[in-house]
């Protein structure tokens, strides 16, 4: 296991979850000793990759329209381990990330004939959802058929490297300008209306990042 595994664990398994009536766990915080102790095995201005992971249920509106974002920034989209990592590390850039996209469409009854293009967007920085033609232009979009038999079976596979992001802080991981940290999303939508309120998809996202402390 590598130091930043075993320091993720540490913190995880001694985390302080402040629990609200109304909302359930509502903060998660470590000792500060402990995170003071952890920190001390990294140096200042080495850095360390680690991969994040987040996962989506898709569903279409209530007007069938399909229409989605999934930000890198681990602000906006749910990543597991990032808040270990943000107490570790001061600052976080994005070396590339890699999402699975799994149809929920597997009855073969289910017709939603249509298309959606599926793009990595390097400066979104949001969970707006995007239009067909927009996710279209972006230069390394592709389109894949919904339905109970998809193009490549069950699964489509995308992925982007992201080569000389500058860092970001892990308190603000992603700005726009200049682009920085984590800031992107995968984006995807479709010109045809379909089965409103159909879940037509999963995605799991894992992100490679680099983190180091401040020099």
Known sequence: MCPV?????????NAIRTISESKGVSAITYPPEL???????FPAGRSYAFQIHGSATLQATGGGVISFAFPFSP?????????ALAALFDE??????KMTWTSGLTNASTTIPTQVCVAPDLIAN????????AVQRLAESREIGLGPFMEHGMNA??????PGRIYATTAAPATTSPPAGCVGAWVWASAVVTTASAYYGFISVRNVVKLRMRA
């Open 5 to 13: 595994d075993q320091a993720v664990t540490v913190l995880q398994n």
């Open 75 to 83: 602000l906006v989209s749910s990543f597991s381990e990032w808040t």
């Open 126 to 133: 949001t969970a707006v959802t995007p239009s067909f033609t």
């Open 92 to 97: 976080v850039r994005l070396i590339r990330s």
């Open 157 to 162: 596979h995308f992925a982007v490297r992201i």
């Open 35 to 41: 995170v003071g102790t952890m920190r001390g095995m």
